[in-house]
């Protein structure tokens, strides 16, 4: 019997798919999600692709005495991913304090707790973010932190400085950080993927959503880059090989894999993709055509990151496997799915 994990924001994008895969290891997962940024049928869509329910708790990780409580209902959980999270830039410039409070204050509530239920690991869901534009590519898990564009970015970078002051501080649990690059795509089942809202502020999503007809036209921010075809640069890793990744961490921590108390590993394909290209394999990939202009550069853009990928390689064993084609193609159909169930 494997163990029972904690997953706060596995109703969302990457937290439902990790949940899956979880689920798919043998692992019993319980859910706290407070459904700000998802819906409560995902839970239908992770029970459609695994054949289990997960327990869930509709719940607010600032609300401590609530999580204590998800924690004395479920005894002996023994991990804990932690998803939960704001994650708009643009929103986090003008509502700092919410970013602070939102993803700040329900770590230090989690860490808090973690001694208190004898849970020895916590997998923390960072970001390429924190690298600023490297002055090296492909960027490594030991290139400077630069500061940070947002108080989003910022956020992760406290985050990741919370946890190495508790891995200091020698509190008894220990911790990897995963330093996402740009994930996109759906489970090839199209049972579930990235729910729309409001305007979309990231690409694939407007991409799928133009290629729909529910936007005129995709807005390509800049062709004037120093890159080969003047559009910036990304890693775009496909969701559920990224969530592929969060399983094989837990059992590293868990089954004392590793001697050290805290790791860090950058999730990424290790290829760079433009903005133009992606729109292009999309278009390969699926056969419809994506109306797009270019326009001005948009403020805080990183010019180019791509990742090095191969300390996770070597030491999980773990290889992004999805192309960017094949990887857009599941998001297409996710679109599609959406439009049935009349989702816009
Ligand atoms: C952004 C955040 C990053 C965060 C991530 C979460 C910034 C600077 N970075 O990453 O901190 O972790 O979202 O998912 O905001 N693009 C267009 N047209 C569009 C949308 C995007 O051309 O309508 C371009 C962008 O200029 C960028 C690329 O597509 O070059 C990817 O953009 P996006 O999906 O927003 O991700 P990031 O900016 O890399």
New binding site residues.
Partial sequence: MKKKILVTGGTGYIGSHTVVELQNAGYEVVIIDNLSNSNIEVLDGIEKISGIRPVFAQLDLNDKEGVRNVLKENPGIKGIIHFAAS?A?GESVHKPLLYYRNNLVTLVNLLDLMPEFHIDGIVFSS?C?VYGQPDILPVTEDAPIKPA??P??NTKQINEEIIRDCIHADLPFKSIILRYF?PIGAHPSAEIGELPNGVP????P?VTQTAMGIRKE?????DDYDTPDG??I?DYINVVDLAKAHVIAIDRMLENKSDEKLEIFNLGTGRGVS?LELIHAFEKGTGVKVPYKIVDR?E???EKVWANPVHANTVLGWTAKETVEDTLVTAWNWQLKLRERGIQ
């Fill in positions: 994650k830039v970001s973010t564009l947002s989003y970015g740009n502020q990231n690409l694939v407007f995709l807005s390509v921010f800049g559009s910036c990304r903005v948009r805080g853009d990183i």
